[in-house]
């Protein structure tokens, strides 16, 4: 029963994900389930999830062509990190963390656009990359409190 709720939890989420996304162009609200992934060592799920995570981002373009898993694999370093200093289920370690991704994200696209061929707008990647720092907390607080009564991540 526990894994058919996680399963729905995760298609829902998925489903929010991509409607956030589509309403606010250079945004990845993924990114934050994978945090949860990262928080509940939950590597079942994320067998499937990580690669439906990346074809989604893909297909809808949300990102230049591969950028994607530079993207992820820098949040999943960056993770792995903090972790060493903070406990990962920390409101101040997930705004650390958020900072960091916000210049994850701007280093991405800056490391992509060359390689792909494609202008670099600074003002543009700047602002998104604002945008998703400031998203991740909040974001991150919400799930955590939807996932709380399903007996996963505690917060701290």
């Known amino acids: ?5 996680d399963i729905l939890w995760w298609l829902c989420f998925l489903a929010v994900a991509v409607g956030i996304q589509a309403a606010v162009p250079g ?3 993924m990114a934050v389930g994978l945090i949860i992934l990262l928080q509940e060592r939950d590597y079942k799920n994320m067998l ?9 981002q893909e297909g809808m373009g949300t990102r230049v062509f591969g950028g994607v898993i530079v993207w992820y694999a820098a949040v999943i370093v960056l993770f792995r990190m903090g972790r ?6 920390n409101f101040l370690f997930i705004f650390l963390l958020s900072a960091c991704m916000g210049g994850a994200y701007y280093a991405v696209a800056w490391l992509m656009a060359p390689l792909q ?4 707008n600074t003002q543009d990647i ?3 990359s604002l945008i998703q720092a400031i998203f991740i907390p909040f974001a991150w607080k919400l799930l955590v409190a939807t996932r709380r009564g399903k007996g996963h991540v505690s917060e701290s």
């Open 1 to 5: 029963m526990s894994a058919l709720r």
């Open 27 to 29: 945004l990845d609200v």
């Open 48 to 56: 499937w999830l990580l690669p439906s995570f990346i074809l989604l």
């Open 84 to 89: 060493w200093l903070f406990e990962a289920e």
């Open 117 to 120: 061929d494609l202008p670099f």
């Open 126 to 128: 700047l602002d998104k």
